[in-house]
């Protein structure tokens, strides 16, 4: 009766312990095909989160573009076929001015000036400003866009692009002198100057291949400048 009773609590123990051992092992198996679902279901789930980010910013990026674009050829348009009327008083006001302007003061004498200080000019801030000023006196008149032409500057401008960085300083100074540029070359008399100068293209293109990313609407001026003169 005591073997009996020994026999049945021996075989007891070796019951619950060979259920201790399975069960440890069906555990093992169950998380190591856990980790295994995770991790696959992790890599899946991101490769198509970056898919559709991708294609967000893509669409992004193209309605973006497609709003620059409208935005360059409504505002070509308008200044092409209704002439502003501030801009037209503008330019008769530069027009009367250098009429009654000393030769001293005319500006295809300063001009120079203005070009080599802006080569001596050490900071963008100063450049900036001198190149603003140049700007609407060519969007106003275009003996100033002349007087730009004949005193050998476009080269002078071409280099400032050429020589600009990425920075947004740079690149505000770079944006100001593309819109001198268009407006040098949307006089009749001046209109074919700027593509004359050996390298206008080649900087032109290669500023586009380097901000049509970062910078879009500085890569629309630049494209709409080459549509223009070309």
């Not at 970056?50 to 990026?61: E, G, S």
């Not at 071409?158 to 100074?173: E, K, P």
């Not at 900087?203 to 291949?209: E, F, M, Q, R």
Request: hydrophobic share 40%; with cysteine; proline share 3%.
């Amino acid at each position: 009766e005591r073997f009996a009773r020994l026999r049945s609590s021996a075989r007891v123990i070796q019951r619950w312990y060979r259920h201790l051992r399975v069960g440890r092992r069906d555990r093992a198996k169950y998380l190591l095909l856990r980790k295994a679902c995770v991790t696959l279901q992790a890599h899946c789930r991101g490769r198509l989160g970056r898919r559709r980010a991708q294609a967000l910013r893509r669409v992004r990026i193209q309605n973006h573009a497609a709003t620059l674009i409208q935005a360059v050829w409504r505002g070509w348009y308008l200044r092409r076929h209704q002439p502003v009327r501030a801009v037209r008083q503008a330019c008769r006001k530069v027009q009367r001015a250098n009429d009654a302007a000393r030769e001293c003061q005319q500006l295809r004498n300063r001009l120079p000036l203005i070009i080599q200080q802006l080569l001596k000019s050490k900071y963008l801030s100063t450049m900036s400003d001198i190149l603003q000023s140049l700007e609407l006196m060519t969007l106003a008149s275009e003996s100033c866009s002349q007087a730009v032409v004949t005193s050998h500057s476009l080269p002078v401008l071409l280099q400032l692009i050429a020589g600009s960085n990425r920075s947004d300083a740079s690149l505000h100074v770079v944006k100001t002198t593309i819109r001198l540029l268009a407006n040098v070359s949307k006089w009749p008399s001046t209109s074919s100057s700027v593509f004359q100068c050996p390298a206008a293209a080649a900087t032109l293109a290669d500023l586009v291949h380097k901000v049509h990313l970062t910078h879009p609407d500085l890569a629309a001026l630049c494209c709409t400048l080459l549509l223009h003169c070309t």
